[in-house]
């Protein structure tokens, strides 16, 4: 087993990176956050590497009660408008369904629960072969939003898409801005093979769902914090912002890797590769945004994927 790590700190083109475990953020001024984005670790599924911090390789309870650990130290780092949104998905084991979206939720102290979004992923990998038959293929994540204040004084900014059929509508009050995306977001995902030995984390969620979250949700010169880090993707989207990111990660294999993807080519993404009703008429190929940045870097466009 691995020995506790002691806390270290890096910066990497302006954004910070503490390896140690989030459960205690003594490095992070209590009130100086803006917005939290962050993707826990699975209970009991994934293998993200080899740390005795390591939340998820206990019990349910032990998981959740961890859980909780770090959302309380993200509520004391947060200012009184902060809004902290959870990427999650449910989890099925030994033929039990864990709701840990739900139990996320009802478990929750302090923050406020204020709005559940959709990921929804449209080429997600159909279920294990022992529920093909049985159950419907899993195709979205939860994006859970809280707030820490009443819910009224938060920063808010909608990212809007060209009305589709605009000449169709003949109402006079139409948003000169656009139309609302929905809270169901469209992001293909991409899961090429033998992922660790390209150097990428098994579980980077994608960079458009972290750039819509940003935009929506905080103001250029912000702090972000993402309290599990992994492969440093939200920071990676917060420079490219002009935010200041926080990341905690418990592995210490993992700087390299972190490193160079925050410090990789990438452009935030037309809002309306995100849209349900834009989607029919999307553009695929090596010319998006998170495609386009492994040309740049010389890297093949093949290995960039997230969950």
């Given at each position: 087993m691995a020995e506790t790590i002691v806390p270290f700190e890096i910066d990497v083109a302006g954004q910070r990176v503490i390896f140690s475990n989030s459960k205690h953020m003594e490095n992070v001024d209590a009130g100086s956050v803006n917005l939290v984005v962050t993707s826990p670790p699975y209970w009991n599924l994934k293998d993200y590497g080899d740390s005795d911090e390591e939340i998820g390789a206990g019990s349910y309870e032990e998981y959740l009660d961890d859980l909780n650990r770090v959302w309380d130290e993200c509520y004391r780092v947060c200012d009184d408008d902060a809004v902290l949104v959870i990427n999650i998905n449910s989890r099925r084991s030994k033929g039990e369904f864990y709701p840990i979206a739900f139990d996320i939720v009802?478990?929750?102290?302090?923050?406020?629960?204020?709005?559940?979004?959709?990921?929804?992923?449209?080429?997600?990998?159909?279920?294990?072969?022992?529920?093909?038959?049985?159950?419907?293929?899993?195709?979205?994540?939860?994006?859970?939003?809280?707030?820490?204040?009443?819910?009224?004084?938060?920063?808010?900014?909608?990212?809007?898409?060209?009305?589709?059929?605009?000449?169709?509508?003949?109402?006079?009050?139409?948003?000169?801005?656009?139309?609302?995306?929905?809270?169901?977001?469209?992001?293909?995902?991409?899961?090429?093979?033998?992922?660790?030995?390209?150097?990428?984390?098994?579980?980077?969620?994608?960079?458009?769902?972290?750039?819509?979250?940003?935009?929506?949700?905080?103001?250029?010169?912000?702090?972000?914090?993402?309290?599990?880090?992994?492969?440093?993707?939200?920071?990676k989207v917060a420079r490219v912002m002009g935010r200041s990111g926080i990341g905690y990660e418990v592995h210490e294999e993992y700087r390299d890797l972190i490193e160079r993807r925050i410090s990789e080519n990438w452009e935030v993404p037309d809002w309306k590769d995100l849209d349900i009703l834009h989607s029919a008429t999307m553009k695929t190929g090596t010319g998006k945004p998170r495609k386009a940045q492994f040309a740049k870097n010389g890297k093949a466009p093949e290995i960039n994927l997230f969950e």
């Open positions: 009802a478990r929750m102290q302090g923050w406020r629960f204020w709005d559940h979004n959709i990921w929804y992923i449209p080429n997600a990998l159909p279920q294990p072969n022992a529920y093909r038959e049985r159950l419907l293929d899993n195709k979205f994540e939860s994006l859970l939003v809280f707030t820490k204040g009443d819910g009224k004084s938060y920063h808010f900014s909608k990212p809007r898409v060209p009305q589709k059929y605009a000449q169709a509508d003949t109402r006079d009050n139409k948003n000169s801005n656009g139309r609302c995306l929905g809270n169901i977001l469209r992001i293909p995902a991409y899961r090429p093979p033998n992922i660790k030995s390209m150097g990428y984390h098994v579980a980077a969620f994608p960079e458009e769902l972290v750039a819509f979250l940003i935009e929506s949700y905080s103001r250029p010169g912000n702090i972000i914090l993402d309290p599990f880090l992994g492969s440093g993707t939200t920071l």
